[in-house]
Every structure is written in C-alpha cells, then in structure tokens.
C-alpha cells in the first residue's frame, strides 16, 4: 500500500505546497509502479517511493505549519533581519533527496539558501531551453531520458555538464545520474531500477 497526497502529509494551506507536494508524489511513484509492472525495473524500486517523498512531505508540512495567510506572510517568515534564513522557492521547488532511485555525484547537498540543483542527482532537473521551445523538463518520460550536450548552451550551464557531460532524467523530471559522478552509465541504470544489470 502506497499513501500520497493529503493521506501521507495533510499541511495547513501555503502557496498550494500541499498540491504540489501530492502531485511530485504522484509522479514519483507512478513511473516506478509502471517500471515494475512492465519488467523494466525490480520491485525493490518502489521501496524507494518512501525513502524519497517521506522526508519532502515532513519538511513541506512543517515548513507549511510556520506559515499563516499568504505568499507575502510566507516571504516575512521566512525572512530577518540578517537575510534569508530558508529560500522559499529552494523549499518548495528545490528539493534534494538524500536516498533513492538516483546515483549521488558527490557534489553535495543543493544549497538551501537559493534555488541551485544544478543538475544535482536526487533534485529536479533545472529549467533551461534546449531550443526555441523546449526544456530540459519537457524531455521527462515515459521512461528514462539521456540528455547530452554538445555545445555550451544555457542548459549545460544550469546543470553543470560540460561538452561532453550528460544526465540520466527519470520520467518525474529528477536527475537521476550525472556524468561527473564516475559511475558508467550502465552501472548507473542498473542502481536506479534496482536491477544488477541493464
């Protein structure tokens, strides 16, 4: 049995993190059931489902109960005389799971102070245009994405892959292995789906 949404985290209403939070739910856990159900992926993947959205939902909710009223009383929350204690958009949008279906590159944690994944195996691929109209996030699904960069464009700047770098996208738009963790990418498939071997 699978909880998402409001029954695996009920929070007091700020900036729809509620919904945001159910919907990445969702996502996450629906292409990891699809994985397992097609042979794809082994059934130990969706132990990973927990291990990934437990902790998001705890620090949303609990980010959530600090707050009352709307985005302007979010910003003055989280807010002093100092500076900016918790950016509220790395919060909500710039999460960073600690243990999963991703391959870690040792770079560390995303920085909590602003919104920078970089590309970060265990965080949602940055928005960056491939061309005119398509990015990096448009690219996630049905199953896994490899994207590769030739050229130095905005999109490698933002995910910190070079020229010859590249990043493993799982369908709920995490990054799911990126070049400079050492890791082969065969090696990198088969620790993401759970499987020995790709």
Same mark, same amino acid.
């Not at 856990?29 to 059934?43: G, I, R």
């Given at each position: 049995?699978?909880?998402?949404?409001?029954?695996?985290?009920?929070?007091?209403?700020?900036?729809?993190?509620?919904?945001?939070?159910?919907?990445?739910?969702?996502?996450?856990?629906?292409?990891?059931?699809?994985?397992?159900?097609?042979?794809?992926?082994?059934?130990?993947?969706?132990?990973?489902?927990?291990?990934?959205?437990?902790? &998001?939902?705890? $620090?949303?909710?609990? %980010?959530?109960?600090?707050?009352?009223? *709307?985005? #302007?009383?979010? /910003?003055?929350?989280? @807010?002093?005389?100092?500076?900016?204690?918790?950016?509220?958009?790395?919060?909500?949008?710039?999460?960073?799971?600690?243990?999963?279906?991703?391959?870690?590159?040792?770079?560390?944690?995303?920085?909590?102070?602003?919104?920078?994944?970089?590309?970060?195996?265990?965080?949602? &691929?940055?928005? $960056?245009?491939?061309? %005119?109209?398509?990015?990096?996030?448009? *690219?996630? #699904?049905?199953? /896994?994405?490899?994207? @590769?960069?030739?050229?130095?464009?905005?999109?490698?700047?933002?995910?910190?892959?070079?020229?010859?770098?590249?990043?493993?996208?799982?369908?709920?738009?995490?990054?799911?292995?990126?070049?400079?963790?050492?890791?082969?990418?065969?090696?990198?498939?088969?620790?993401?789906?759970?499987?020995?071997?790709?």
């Amino acid at each position: 049995m699978f909880l998402a949404g409001d029954a695996a985290h009920v929070m007091p209403p700020m900036a729809a993190a509620g919904a945001n939070t159910a919907i990445a739910d969702v996502a996450n856990l629906a292409w990891k059931l699809a994985a397992v159900l097609s042979c794809q992926a082994a059934p130990a993947l969706l132990g990973t489902y927990h291990a990934e959205r437990h902790p &998001v939902g705890y $620090a949303t909710a609990a %980010a959530s109960s600090e707050v009352a009223g *709307h985005v #302007g009383d979010m /910003l003055a929350t989280v @807010t002093n005389g100092d500076g900016l204690r918790r950016h509220p958009t790395a919060t909500l949008f710039g999460t960073q799971y600690h243990d999963g279906a991703f391959v870690p590159d040792h770079r560390g944690p995303a920085p909590a102070d602003r919104c920078a994944p970089e590309g970060r195996p265990g965080t949602r &691929v940055p928005h $960056a245009w491939l061309d %005119a109209t398509t990015s990096t996030i448009d *690219h996630a #699904g049905p199953g /896994l994405t490899l994207l @590769t960069g030739p050229d130095p464009d905005r999109w490698t700047a933002e995910t910190a892959v070079g020229e010859d770098g590249a990043l493993l996208l799982r369908p709920d738009a995490i990054v799911a292995w990126h070049s400079s963790s050492g890791v082969p990418l065969a090696e990198a498939l088969g620790q993401v789906l759970g499987t020995v071997s790709a």
